[in-house]
């Protein structure tokens, strides 16, 4: 969820902080602020709101110091206030943490703390990690007394040695259930920044004379070329022209740096007015890179092809928008290949006790890599001897380390919270399987790669925006909006009605419109607004008597089809690509993704960062 960056070098830290740390705004805004260190003093500076709240704030004064930490916050443990804003500091102010992650247990500890007499000014379970850190470095020191009572004029008198300080954040972690990924700074280390990951993505980033570390790639674009991915356990710090990394038991081991394959200008917005926009234009490429990237890289042949031969069972896991993906994929290999798929939320996967053993294949689905619900499900499945498949779009990401194989989707860099490229891009690299499956097992489908490549550019040459900007008028009042379709289109009409309500923040909900008349047409009344999607052959008589139930009811129907004579039908109707009716989620996405966007521009919202969501769910 929340963005970490950390800067050491020779320029102003607190610029380049905020400059990283705008990269990293998706994963949550609900408040921001930073930490430095110069000439010994300590400065914090938070804001709520998102980062510009802090920039404003800042932008007027000059501060010389060459060291920070900086933190963009997705609230878990309490509001959004300046309070609960990272940085947390001990209980003497001598450190500052900020942190992403949870610490599941923070209660228990917070109330032995207290019984040592240490107070506590938020709700957070942040502040309990650095209070705890703070009591751990001083209390066993044979000078505890002497440093604080120094601690003010401390980098010029004394300093506790940085074995120490690695051994007390070693310690703290032990103590701490659940996930995390802090960056600390301890006054005295002006040239100091140190460190520790578990579960939660951390990234090192190295420079010229100057270092960074980051939640995520995009943070570190045009500043370094350099990265590594830290795993999990490992801890250490940063200086100006040094990186040292220790396992868990505080041996230091020798990080391998890769080059960041990300371009600078895939995270800009070039001519778009959002991020969301951009990427939405950007779905066929992403399509056509990933099928491209998985034929010329041979990533399926390294799947051995004897696993799909015998009888296996079959297990899709993943959340939200990319469960959705899973769902088009369950459709179409039992459409197809005839193969039985369970289908689960991750959140739920562990709990009701899979079926799953040695002979299963489980593909997880995460445009992160990092989805924390679904990194359990990883460990689950290892430890039940299956074997696991994973669908991602980062590199380097814990889920990569963790299954058996990896199917990379290639959509770049994601960095509107409303998954659209990336979604796309993952049914690209589910049909490569399903293509790749078939050849296996001797199974005639109705699609090659080269269909699912035309089928995602069939919108070059369609322009929606006369008809949804109509659209737009008539909906975006709305309290509430329900979608219906029939076998895949019902898939369909879930993931886009997830779109307009993540961003729109109208209330949308998906129904199966052959389920009207047991219970769901209660709901339609006269002028609610209807989304209907209708792109298989094979059920255009089923879904207009459906929409003839709801016409009946006074409601208006927007269609979305590929069927030009069904307009005297519906109040409006956006035509969409003729493809295979197998192809389909290629061709009616888009337009889709687009009456979302403009609906949330339409109530004056930002579609990039809807309120109360993050980009990466890193926490449960």
Not at 525 to 549: F, G, P, S, W, Y
Request: with cysteine; glycine share 6%.
């Amino acid at each position: 969820m929340c963005g970490i960056v950390g800067y050491i070098g020779n320029h102003l830290a607190i610029p380049i902080t905020l400059k990283c740390l705008a990269a990293l705004e998706y994963r949550g805004y609900d408040s921001a602020g930073l930490a430095y260190l110069d000439s010994g003093n300590m400065g914090v500076v938070k804001r709520v709101g998102k980062l510009e709240n802090l920039n404003n704030f800042l932008k007027n004064k000059i501060i010389p110091a060459s060291c920070a930490i900086g933190h963009t916050r997705w609230a878990t443990h309490g509001k959004a206030t300046v309070e609960n804003a990272h940085p947390h500091t001990d209980a003497n102010s001598v450190l500052s943490v900020v942190h992403n992650g949870i610490i599941e247990n923070y209660d228990s500890i917070k109330k032995e703390l207290k019984d040592k007499g240490i107070k506590f000014y938020s709700e957070t379970d942040t502040e309990v990690f650095a209070k705890l850190l703070g009591y751990n470095l001083f209390s066993q020191n044979p000078d505890f007394d002497k440093y604080y009572a120094m601690h003010n004029s401390l980098h010029s008198t004394y300093k506790i040695s940085k074995k120490h300080i690695l051994k007390a954040l070693n310690t703290t972690i032990s103590q701490c259930n659940g996930t995390y990924a802090v960056a600390v700074l301890v006054k005295g280390y002006d040239d100091t920044i140190f460190f520790a990951k578990y579960k939660s993505p951390l990234i090192l980033g190295k420079g010229q004379d100057e270092n960074f570390l980051a939640s995520d790639t995009p943070a570190l674009l045009g500043v370094v070329s350099k990265f590594y991915s830290l795993k999990d356990g490992e801890c250490g710090y940063i200086e100006k022209g040094k990186i040292v990394v220790c396992d868990e038991n505080l041996k230091q081991t020798k990080p391998i740096f890769k080059k960041i394959s990300v371009k600078p200008e895939q995270v800009m917005l070039g001519s778009f007015k959002h991020f969301m926009q951009k990427e939405i234009e950007q779905g066929a490429e992403s399509v056509i890179n990933t099928i491209d990237r998985i034929k010329k890289l041979g990533i399926l042949e390294r799947i051995p092809a004897q696993i799909f031969e015998k009888n296996f069972n079959l297990h899709i896991t993943a959340c939200g928008t990319a469960l959705h993906a899973g769902m088009v994929a369950k459709y179409i290999i039992e459409n197809q290949l005839r193969i039985p798929v369970f289908l689960d939320y991750a959140s739920e996967f562990r709990y009701k006790e899979p079926l799953i053993n040695a002979e299963s294949i489980c593909l997880f689905i995460s445009q992160s890599g990092e989805t924390a619900d679904t990194l359990s499900c990883v460990e689950l499945a290892k430890q039940k001897g299956a074997t696991t498949i994973a669908f991602t779009n980062v590199p380097a990401s814990r889920m990569e380390s963790m299954v058996d194989y990896v199917i990379p989707t290639s959509a770049g860099p994601e960095i509107a919270v409303a998954s659209t490229k990336a979604y796309l891009a993952q049914l690209g690299a589910l049909y490569s399987l399903v293509d790749y499956i078939a050849k296996i097992r001797h199974i005639t489908v109705n699609f090659n790669i080269d269909n699912v490549r035309l089928a995602a550019l069939s919108n070059a040459k369609f322009n929606y925006d006369e008809t949804l900007n109509e659209i737009v008028e008539l909906i975006k009042n709305e309290e509430s909006i329900y979608f219906v379709g029939r076998g895949l289109d019902y898939i369909l009409a879930m993931e886009a009605a997830l779109k307009l309500k993540e961003v729109s923040y109208i209330h949308c909900e998906a129904l199966p419109a052959g389920e009207l008349k047991h219970g769901s047409l209660a709901l339609i009344k006269r002028d609610c607004v209807v989304i209907a999607i209708l792109t298989q052959d094979d059920l255009v008589e089923k879904m207009l008597n459906n929409i003839h139930e709801i016409n009946s009811r006074g409601a208006k129907v927007i269609l979305f089809s590929p069927y030009a004579d069904l307009e005297k039908f519906v109040s409006a109707h956006v035509l969409t690509p003729q493809v295979d009716n197998m192809l389909e989620p290629f061709a009616v996405m888009k337009p889709l993704q687009i009456l979302a966007y403009k609906t949330a521009l339409a109530r004056n919202l930002d579609p990039d960062k809807p309120r109360n969501l993050a980009k990466s769910v890193t926490v449960e």
